[in-house]
């Protein structure tokens, strides 16, 4: 077999295979409406993301938690670190350093951001300068009045500095940010 069939039956068990050796901790995860979009343009592929997804906590309980960015690395996979460098009323600046994993491969990324809060409904995350050539995105809370819960929306563009390879990079942006957003929920579904 040539090394590009290789790498396709790679891809495909780890995308297609491994997801359905798990079904018991898969029924476990909190349920997540993700999509991803890839948009080439002239300054290379930019990936359009979102995801939604409900939980039990209230607004004001899911605003203590998402605006808690030191706390961050506790909870969302491959983020290692977070670190607030400067705090005013609606606007933080953060550090966040964490793993992006692509089959066998691990890649660091390092972000400076800017957050802006419009409190107890919305969080943009724009970035300062990193390891992406573009990261914006958005977190809206949006009260459940029927349950008392929340449901998160979550929006973004995103565009690595370093190289994905085009036939993978949407699928492996999906699921990352359903690992992100399965790991958000449940920590916002748990008390404390």
């Known amino acids: 077999m040539n090394a590009r069939l290789i790498l396709r039956l790679l891809v495909w068990l ?10 018991a901790a898969l029924a476990r995860l909190p349920a997540v409406d993700v999509s991803v979009k890839r ?3 002239a300054s290379g592929q930019l990936y359009q993301v979102s995801a939604r997804g409900d939980v039990a906590a209230t607004p004001e309980a899911v605003w203590r938690i998402l605006t808690d960015y030191g ?12 670190r607030v460098l400067e705090r005013s009323a609606n606007q933080a600046i953060v550090e966040q350093h964490g793993v992006a994993n692509f089959l066998f491969f ?45 449901r998160i ?16 990079g949407a699928n492996l942006i999906r699921a990352d940010v359903a690992a992100m957003m399965a790991a958000v929920l449940a920590r916002l579904d748990r008390p404390g």
């Open 71 to 82: 706390r961050m690395a506790e909870f969302v996979p491959g983020l290692h670190s977070t």
């Open 14 to 23: 780890l995308v297609c295979v491994q997801p359905a050796c798990a079904p």
């Open 106 to 150: 691990q890649r660091k990324i390092g972000l400076l951001v800017q957050v802006r809060e419009q409190p107890m409904s919305q969080i943009d995350v724009h970035l300062i300068d990193g390891d992406m050539a573009v990261y914006n995105c958005t977190w809206r809370l949006v009260p459940l009045p029927e349950t008392g819960g929340t």
């Open 153 to 168: 929306v979550y929006s973004g563009a995103l565009a690595p500095k370093f190289y994905v390879p085009a036939m993978f």
């Open 39 to 41: 948009v080439d343009g």
